[in-house]
């Protein structure tokens, strides 16, 4: 197995870090049978589930009816499982990004053969199935080895996220997100002081403190309350873009 040196590398980190990140993209998509490759062009679908992102891709070509060539790339949907059955999460490491291979599903038409209502997306762990129901919008989880499943209800999201590559760009998208969220923060708490008093923005501090320690348990961080990793930065975008809505609620 190749092993990223970065004390022997000649490499600036920029592109160290580059090049990790494109050889550890490489690993994951090795790591299942789907062809369809985790890019901008072949996303379809994101899904925006307890502030963590799932995205979907299709590999077929335009025009087919069903699709057996997908691919749905997610923080590790097993843990996730474990999390809900166990109420929080026991495991503080990072998730691990994880490829599962997924298929469209169809209920059949009279003949018992041809495809005919679209229903949604099945995918494949090593020790759970899973469907999206794209109509309800909901993510259903069911362990292979025990009666463990959930149901998880998700937003969809058309911002494109990738979890596995552009690292530079998740990098460049959360520093924006986390800049806007402080400063949103402190504007939001001058408004408090202004029209409610000093009670009432003592309040909302907080809140937010509250709010910043239930991020890290949702999105996994270190001890500071940032993130580790491309897939916790996601989150963290997620999470602060819905924080901000919830600002207006304090001064309207």
């Not at 369809?36 to 994101?46: N, Q, R, Y």
């Not at 800049?179 to 008093?197: P, Q, S, V």
Request: proline share 3%; aromatic share 12%.
């Amino acid at each position: 197995m190749f092993i990223f040196n970065l004390n022997k590398s000649s490499l600036p980190t920029y592109q160290w870090l580059w090049h990790a990140s494109l050889f550890t993209s490489l690993m994951l998509i090795a790591s299942v049978s789907s062809a369809v490759t985790p890019v901008k062009a072949h996303f379809i679908l994101g899904m925006d589930v307890q502030g963590q992102r799932l995205n979907l891709y299709h590999g077929c070509v335009e025009g087919h009816v069903t699709c057996d060539d997908m691919l749905l790339v997610a923080p590790d949907l097993g843990r996730l499982l474990q999390t809900e059955q166990l109420g929080k999460r026991q495991n503080k490491l990072p998730y691990t990004v994880k490829l599962y291979s997924a298929k469209t599903k169809h209920s059949l038409c009279n003949d018992g053969v041809t495809p005919c209502g679209f229903q949604g997306y099945r995918f494949k762990g090593e020790d759970f199935n899973g469907f999206i129901d794209q109509g309800n919008k909901e993510l259903y989880i069911a362990s292979n080895w025990t009666t463990d499943s959930a149901t998880f209800c998700y937003k969809e999201n058309s911002t494109y996220l990738p979890l596995v590559s552009q690292a530079r760009l998740i990098d460049s998208l959360y520093k924006t997100s986390d800049k806007e969220l402080n400063r949103n923060y402190l504007l939001t708490r001058r408004d408090i002081i202004k029209f409610y008093g000093q009670n009432s923005a003592n309040d909302f501090k907080e809140n937010q403190r509250k709010w910043v320690i239930e991020r890290s348990q949702d999105c996994g961080a270190d001890s500071q309350h940032l993130p580790r990793t491309q897939a916790e930065k996601v989150c963290f975008i997620q999470k602060n873009a819905a924080q901000m809505e919830e600002y207006f609620f304090w001064i309207d």
